[in-house]
């Protein structure tokens, strides 16, 4: 019996730590990647997206920034017409979660504690030799309405599709992201192409 070799993809951060303010969102594209399973990545500016896809609807992991959300959403349109049902952030950066209060209209988003915690004062925070970001205060709009302490699971499209959060992570609260049945993990920032780990600038 042939043994199957573990599938197992981590999709990673496209390395930008510029303000919202300072790009362009009009020329930015979103590229669709069936990654396994029911897993698609999308990529746009900031943090790639996961996207689990299926008859039940969608689960969308992070959201880049608020300019691109009715390009993500035009983007996940061309692949179903399935609802979204749920989204995921990994952590609270701007280039995560910026669509939030656009993708809460129609689902709601789950996050760990920390998040909705820095969403909502806003400020510098992070873990160790993380980069810093300044964030100011999320509108209440933006703020996830599930938080989780340890790990949480999403029960759909056939997926067990579990965020587990990593108290020592690129934030206080990053959350990695397992769909087991696609043999898919999203990483957030944990897991990005400029190197790990981060260190303080």
Known sequence: MRKALPFVVALLFSSTLATSQEQDFSKVQIKVTKVAGSVYMLEGAGGNIAASIGEDGIVVVDDQYAPLADKIQAALKGVTDKPVRFIINTHYHGDHTGGNAYFQKQAPVIAQDNV?????????????????????????EALPIITFDHDVTVHLNAEDIRALYFPAGHTDGDSIIFFPKSNVVHMGDDFVTYGFPLHRR
């Open 116 to 140: 909705r915690k820095r969403l909502e004062s806003g400020g510098i925070a992070g873990n160790g030799g993380s980069v810093h970001m300044e964030n100011k205060p999320d509108a209440k």
